[in-house]
């Protein structure tokens, strides 16, 4: 089924619009070997058909192993895990937001928009100097998940076909 892949950007934290708290919801910082990386990515993405669903061990070694400048994050709901977060730090003070999203079991419970708060509040915070925050997402992923971006501030630079 053809779809669409839109890229969103922040050029300046004073675009972002936070979400309500919700109490006990936060981001903490994995080690780059955890096992909950590929855990919760895996689970993350199932849904939405993500590569990340269908890596098998060895692939997620390679994969880690090829992707060691990017910085992960587990979204918890009072210490469990929710979901993830996962910024490629890019030259010029740009950060992509490579992934974001939230376990089955805690989408469609009102935690997106805080969840996607953190975040971004992260990925201003990511680098000495951060110029530009973006992401991409498409419509195989969560029909809310453009709503939540430009609900936090993002604007659509660029589309293109899946």
Do not use: C
């Not at 890229?7 to 780059?32: C, H, I, K, N, W």
């Not at 079991?105 to 997106?112: E, S």
């Amino acid at each position: 089924m053809p779809g669409t892949v839109t890229y969103v950007e922040m050029a300046s934290r004073d675009q972002f619009t936070p979400s309500p708290p919700v109490p006990g919801l936060s981001l903490d910082r994995l080690e780059p070997g955890s096992p909950l990386i590929s855990e919760v990515m895996a689970g993350v993405g199932a849904p939405y058909g993500w590569e990340s669903a269908r890596r098998g061990p060895q692939e997620w070694v390679t994969w880690l192993a090829g992707n060691s400048g990017r910085d992960f994050w587990l979204l918890a709901l009072h210490g469990e895990p929710a979901g993830i977060v996962v910024f490629d730090p890019q030259p010029g003070g740009e950060v992509e937001i490579k992934t974001f999203g939230l376990l089955p079991a805690f989408v469609g419970k009102g935690f997106g928009g805080y969840a996607l708060t953190l975040g971004v509040d992260r990925a201003w915070r990511l680098l000495p100097e951060v110029s530009r925050v973006w992401l991409h997402t498409q419509t195989s992923d969560h029909p809310h998940a453009l709503s939540n971006y430009h609900g936090r501030g993002f604007r659509t630079f660029k589309t293109e076909p899946a």
